[in-house]
């Protein structure tokens, strides 16, 4: 098997390698559809220049057409009727705006009749024309078409004479045409927001712009490669190396030239690059925003991916600290879900209930399952501690959601302190439980022995201490002759500590019985205001002694009988009020007070005594616990007292607790059942004393 780290190894390096791919996928998927469309839109917007070019052309071309018509008409009606030739040329001037002038010419090449717009024509204007290349055009029956000429006023014009009939005795109608009636057409075109469509004449000089100063101002373009191409009769677009320029604030023009071949003219039609190609150029911003998100992603899956693999290898470095935690803890630990499916046991569980997580992993575990699988028999028990031979009451340990309880198995006999927690899942529903198994059964036998070591011990102490006591007693008494002062002093502080062995010896039995749980108790009604009446009473003599005020405040009304065991009772009895006279010093006062709480009778034993340290309190019920300001006061105690007591009022269904701080006294308040249900039916080995111990 691969180890996690090859495995998170190999994974990055997959990772890089897809990760490269994507780019490059991206990259040449981009390039692929960006370049050809890019390219593709370039076409489309020299295309659409062509096509205006070409309308330019055609509305230029039928513009001449049409003048040219309306004169070769005039010609016509001339050739009949030549006697009405003023009339004639006055109405070709009136039905004709662009023509400026129109000149009739004899068959000599002279002007013998001419009509001007805007200007009286005398004898002396007339010219003789016959030397020019119009003449002569016309002379061999050809429409003659000049080149352009620019007015007194700067206005281009453009001459065109038409043959007339010979035998009229003229030999051409000649009309000057102003063209600035076409700037109308060019300003009507529209290229765009910024682009223009103009015509150029042979010589390059602009006769027809939106922009009328260029004309009038005679700008001229022939420097312009584009330009020089298409008056010399050949189409051109700025896509051809060198056709390209700037215009007069320097931005790069896409531009389309047509030759106008009827005049040697050009027709021009450009736009500068960043209006026409403004649709490639925003394709191009898209691809660069698309390219870098797309890149963005990739990064952002791989970093995904990055983070899920650390999140893995922490995930797989926690279980193996978990799994070596677990194997090697000295208890058991089982956790099964809420089906009751094993799903995690650890070695020293399965050495423990004598089992293979192998064989039972995942199996759903029911009450019957030990039926036909007795090896299972503890295991079952265990889920289920009803099915155990025996189960205590759980018991919650205090501030936590942890429980615990005992629990004994019987294949294999076990004897188990198990804690028990439920497995919360991150929606906080219940996902299983987990039970940690503390195996006691070695404890609880030590504990047997030791117990029933003491146990020997004291019985066989006591005999002896017995005879002592009765020897000192007889020879006190006098009954061995009279004795002298101080030979009853020496023999009375004998006979004192003897009794205090007599006491450490029954205190220690006393708890090796109840640790057996075999402290016998004999169970009757009493009436327990006149029994504690009684007990206080014994007290008058000692705290007369010690001036110490001790007080019984009676209960109220009356109070059920008490179901108890008198003799252990008063033994606990006697227990905390020993102690509350002990630990007062002379002058000091003990109350005792007696009340009913419901279905309880509750006594609180309040004195004004040295109190007990606060650090010290959570000890006070322990076994041989004396606290840190009473062994100063040198006062005499074995420790046992409050552990008897503890367990002489539990055992009757009673609690006992207490408030105190040093130097103030303290409270021990206590409380019985007055209802006999309320009385544990048996007596149990004390488990709280285990649970310290755990
Ligand atoms: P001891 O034989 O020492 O009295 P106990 O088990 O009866 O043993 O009491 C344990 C310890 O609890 C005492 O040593 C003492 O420190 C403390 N204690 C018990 N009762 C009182 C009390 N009324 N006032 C002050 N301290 C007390």
Same mark, same amino acid.
């Given at each position: 098997m691969r180890s996690f780290s090859e495995f998170s190894i190999a994974k990055r390096s997959q990772l890089w390698f897809l990760g490269v791919v994507a780019v490059l996928t991206i990259v040449s998927a981009n390039i692929a559809w960006l370049f050809p469309t890019r390219d593709e839109l370039s076409e489309q917007a020299y295309l659409l220049h062509r096509v205006i070019a070409i309308d330019v052309k055609n509305q230029l071309f039928a513009f001449l057409s049409r003048y040219e018509r309306s004169l070769s008409d005039g010609v016509d009606v001339l050739n009949q009727i030549k006697e009405r030739k003023e009339d004639i040329i006055s109405r070709l001037l009136k039905e004709n705006q662009p023509f400026e002038s129109l000149t009739l010419l004899d068959n000599k090449g002279n002007e013998v009749f001419k009509n001007h717009r805007f200007l009286l024509i005398s004898e !002396? &204007?007339? @010219? &003789? *024309? !016959? +030397? +020019?290349i119009l003449y002569k055009t016309v002379k061999e029956g050809r429409v003659y078409r000049g080149p352009v000429e620019i007015s007194g006023i700067s206005e281009p014009i453009i001459t065109i004479a038409v043959p007339v009939n010979t035998n009229t005795g003229f030999s051409a109608l000649v009309a000057e045409i102003n063209l600035k009636f076409f700037l109308d057409v060019v300003r009507n075109v529209s290229v765009g927001k910024e682009g223009v469509a103009y015509v150029v004449d042979e010589n390059g000089y602009v006769i027809a712009h939106p922009n009328s100063s260029l004309v009038f101002g005679r700008a001229n373009f022939i420097d312009r490669k584009i330009i020089a191409e298409a008056v010399s009769g050949r189409e051109a677009d700025t896509r051809a190396a060198g056709f390209n320029y700037t215009n007069e604030r320097g931005e790069n023009m896409l531009a389309v030239a047509l030759p106008f071949e009827l005049m040697g003219w050009a027709i021009v039609v450009e736009d500068p690059d960043s209006a026409a190609l403004g649709a490639s150029s925003r394709i191009l911003n898209v691809a660069i925003i698309s390219f870098i998100l797309e890149i963005l992603l990739v990064i952002l899956l791989i970093w995904n991916y990055l983070n899920l693999i650390r999140a893995a290898a922490l995930f797989y470095g926690e279980r193996n600290q978990r799994e070596a935690i677990l194997n090697s803890l000295s208890d058991g630990v089982i956790e099964y879900d809420s089906e009751f499916q094993i799903v995690l046991m650890n070695p020293r569980a399965e050495e423990l209930l004598a089992v293979h997580f192998k064989d039972i992993g995942g199996m759903a575990i029911t009450p019957d399952f030990a039926k036909n699988n007795p090896q299972y028999k503890s295991l079952v028990e265990l889920m289920y501690p009803a099915l155990a031979p025996y189960s205590s009451s759980i018991k919650e340990v205090p501030g936590t959601h942890v429980k615990t309880m005992e629990i004994h198995t019987s294949s294999p006999e076990l004897k188990m302190i198990v804690t028990l927690t439920q497995v919360i899942d991150q929606n906080g529903s219940v996902r299983g439980f987990l039970k940690i198994l503390h195996d006691i059964s070695r404890e609880r036998l030590l504990g047997r022995i030791k117990s029933e070591f003491v146990s020997i011990a004291a019985h066989q102490l006591r005999t002896p201490l017995s005879a002592i006591k009765w020897t000192l007693k007889l020879l006190l008494d006098g009954d061995a002759g009279a004795l002298n002062k101080e030979q009853t002093s020496f023999l009375e502080r004998g006979y004192d500590t003897n009794e205090k062995m007599i006491k450490l010896v029954n205190d220690l039995l006393s708890v090796a019985r109840i640790e057996e749980g075999r402290f016998g108790y004999d169970f009757q009604d009493i009436n327990f205001n006149e029994f504690l009446e009684a007990a206080i009473k014994n007290y008058a003599d000692i705290v007369s002694r010690k001036s110490i005020n001790l007080k019984f405040e009676k209960i109220d009304g009356e109070l059920p009988l008490v179901y108890a065991d008198s003799e252990k009772l008063s033994l606990a009895l006697n227990n905390l009020l020993d102690n509350a006279v002990k630990y007062t010093p002379a002058g000091g006062k003990v109350l005792v007070k007696l009340e009913r709480k419901g279905n309880y009778a509750l006594v609180s034993i309040m004195d004004t005594g040295v109190g007990i340290p606060d650090s010290e309190q959570? *000890?006070?019920?322990? @076994?041989f616990f004396r606290a840190s300001n009473v062994i100063k006061m040198e006062t005499e105690g074995t420790g046992l007292g409050l552990f008897i007591v503890h367990n002489i009022i539990k055992r009757h269904g009673g609690d006992i607790h207490f408030t105190s701080h040093e130097n103030h006294g303290a409270t021990f308040i206590f409380t019985l059942p007055l209802k006999k249900e309320l009385v544990p039916k048996e007596e149990a080995e004390p488990l709280e004393e285990f649970l310290e111990n755990v």
């Open positions: !002396s &204007d007339l @010219k &003789d *024309r !016959s +030397e +020019e959570p *000890r006070v019920f322990s @076994k």
